[in-house]
């Protein structure tokens, strides 16, 4: 009973090596390049030129980074950074640009521990130009690169940038682990829900209502403001310094809480968050 046991223990330790070594084979052969080992296929770049209008953008990608950029030729284009397997339909649709991403993998290309790696993935949005003066439309008090009538974006773990975006109506981003990024942003309405990411927004104003939810990811607004603020999170530390006073309302177990005082009434703004610290500044 011994010896075979003995033999069966020899016979494990046996397979293990082999399997050691041809994994470390394919790395080899691989040129340890990961990227060659997942089952999402070669790296590609594909440009969707935009020829029909749109107002508005909705994107849903699982882990694309996401930012925008001029175009430099007036005309609209999405380029996006993916592979084979795993890609982007773009069009428009009702007047609303459409990115969303799709896969042709078999059930069983999702198994594995290197799928995914090795992969940028990224979506660049190419807008013209279209500069929003100050005081044009519901008294900006900034001046915007584009305008869009709407923006909604859902990612998993990609990082989002938006920047120089005058949304009119409704900027709603959803996203999990990816950090978010807002500069020199204006909207009618902000949403955000997010799990562990961090959200960073530096000169970012919203006339109605700002809502943010997270769990253990930061938050962070620097020269930032809105009409009503709402944000509630876990663990995460929020600092907020604001364009105008607010009367704000805090609720948190152990983290500390510094709130400048100030004579003049505002807009309301609430803070709720578990272990976070929350400070909040004015900018003037």
Request: hydrophobic share 35%.
């Amino acid at each position: 009973m011994r010896a075979r046991k003995k033999l069966w223990a020899l016979i494990a330790v046996v397979l293990i090596f082999c399997g050691v070594a041809f994994g470390f084979v394919g790395f080899v052969l691989a040129g340890f390049d990961f990227s060659k080992l997942n089952g999402d296929g070669k790296e590609v770049t594909n440009e969707h030129v935009i020829e029909e209008d749109f107002s508005k953008i909705e994107i849903d990608t699982a882990t694309s980074d996401i930012r925008f950029e001029t175009a430099t030729d007036g005309k609209a284009k999405v380029v996006c950074v993916e592979t084979e397997k795993r890609y982007h339909d773009v069009s428009v649709k009702n007047g609303t640009l459409m990115i969303k991403e799709t896969s042709k993998k078999k059930w069983f290309e999702f198994i594995g521990f290197f799928n995914g790696i090795g992969s940028k993935r990224e979506i660049v949005i190419y807008l013209p130009e279209m500069k929003t003066a100050a005081g044009s439309d519901r008294k900006l008090s900034k001046e915007t690169k584009y305008e869009l009538e709407g923006l909604k974006i859902e990612t998993s773990t990609g990082d989002v940038k938006v920047n120089d975006i005058y949304v009119k109506s409704e900027l709603n981003i959803n996203t999990s682990t990816g950090e978010l990024s807002l500069s020199n942003v204006v909207a009618g309405k902000l949403i955000i829900d997010t799990s562990t990411g961090d959200v960073t927004m530096d000169e970012t104003e919203v006339f109605d209502n700002m809502k943010i939810e997270t769990s253990t990811g930061r938050v962070k607004m620097t020269k930032s403001d809105a009409n009503t603020v709402q944000i509630d999170t876990s663990t995460g530390d929020v600092t907020c310094e604001f364009l105008s006073r607010k009367n704000v309302k805090t609720d948190t177990s152990t983290g500390s809480v510094s709130v400048q005082e100030s004579l003049e009434s505002g807009g309301a703004c609430t803070i709720d968050t578990s272990t976070g610290d929350i400070r909040v500044t004015y900018a003037n």
